[in-house]
T-cell receptor
Framework: DSGVTQTPKHLITATGQRVTLRCSPRSGDLSVYWYQQSLDQGLQFLIQYYNGEERAKGNILERFSAQQFPDLHSELNLSSLELGDSALYFC???????????FGPGTRLTVT | KNEVEQSPQNLTAQEGEFITINCSYSVGISALHWLQQHPGGGIVSLFMLSSGKKKHGRLIATINIQEKHSSLHITASHPRDSAVYICAVRSPQAGSARQLTFGSGTQLTVLP
């Protein structure tokens, strides 16, 4: 158990809908990262927050947004969902930007 | 050409065999990570290294910065080692470029 929690574990929704994925980092970790793992693209970095502020952006679509709250939990919002958004979404946390990352169990999103 | 190349893509071994998984990268890095992804999807960070060699139990990771190459070794392999092993590198540049870039993974199957 990494200490990082993600909810929900599974999510099935229809195209065009909006969903919110939630992540609680390990106690004391200030950095939260979001990753997408799809069958054809592998693991890709989406976005990083550090102590409530956006720190870095990767291959995140404009339909996706995220935030980190004062209690350090983070949410990833996915809107206008498309079939191609079906993937595993992982959250990871670390004490700082260049430190080892601890991954949550992931949320499996299926868009039908 | 991908920035991070892993080989082999698939590897089947008999229990007890010594296993090597290779990772080559084409950019300068500040650190390299080895991750293990279990059949259920969960990701565990095995090593983070920037030089030399690290050992944890039956796992050994080495890196050669000059040759831009890292290896993950598993001694006395066991069926429970069956998983996907993923190499990821972090650029030394600031901002988004410092985030992890992932290899496509090596699927390891250890037969009893």
């Amino acid at each position: 158990d990494s200490g990082v929690t993600q909810t929900p574990k599974h999510l099935i929704t229809a195209t065009g809908q909006r969903v919110t994925l939630r992540c609680s980092p390990r106690s004391g970790d200030l950095s939260v990262y979001w990753y997408q793992q799809s069958l054809d693209q592998g693991l890709q970095f989406l976005i990083q927050y550090y102590n409530g502020e956006e720190r870095a952006k990767g291959n995140i679509l404009e339909r996706f947004s995220a935030q980190q709250f004062p209690d350090l939990h983070s949410e990833l919002n996915l809107s206008s969902l498309e079939l191609g958004d079906s993937a595993l979404y992982f959250c990871a946390s670390s004490p700082g930007a260049a430190r080892e990352q601890y991954f949550g169990p992931g949320t499996r999103l299926t868009v039908t | 050409k991908n920035e991070v190349e892993q080989s082999p893509q698939n590897l089947t071994a008999q229990e007890g065999e010594f296993i090597t998984i290779n990772c080559s990268y084409s950019v300068g890095i500040s650190a390299l990570h080895w991750l293990q992804q279990h059949p259920g999807g969960g990701i565990v960070s095995l090593f983070m290294l920037s030089s030399g060699k690290k050992k944890h139990g039956r796992l050994i990771a080495t890196i050669n910065i000059q040759e831009k190459h890292s290896s993950l070794h598993i001694t006395a392999s066991h069926p429970r080692d069956s998983a996907v092993y993923i190499c990821a590198v972090r650029s030394p540049q600031a901002g988004s470029a410092r985030q992890l870039t992932f290899g496509s993974g090596t699927q390891l199957t250890v037969l009893p």
